[in-house]
């Protein structure tokens, strides 16, 4: 198994670890973990570059973000699926690795969660 850096791991209603491997500088690894399995995810730098671009220094929630692709609010963006409840996770995913890098904090609100995207990069984020 290639060498993998572990940036954080994020609690939402099960436990994120997010992951860097080292040899595949465009891509972060999204491990969910539930009581009885663990599943592996792939998200593109890319879209985690673009996704913090367009929504920072906003409180943003999934289905607000999915409403902003869907009108095409967010140029760049590139989520592989085609269904909306696939794309909930794929931008799930993002907001995941977000708040792994410190530019993002997630919050429960209601039913669901509430992310805070922060105004500024942190400065250790950037050489990543």
Known sequence: MPERVRLG???LRNEHEVLKPV???GIYIVKHYSKRQSFEDVVQASNVQKLYEAVRGRVITIDGV????E??????LRLTSYTSWKKRYE??????VLCALGLATAEKQGRGFAFWVHQKEAAATKQR
């Open 91 to 96: 931008i799930e995913n993002i907001l995941i």
């Open 23 to 25: 040899d595949l500088p």
């Open 9 to 11: 791991l994020v609690t």
């Open 66 to 69: 999915l409403d902003e692709v």
């Open 71 to 76: 009108r095409g609010a967010i140029k760049g």
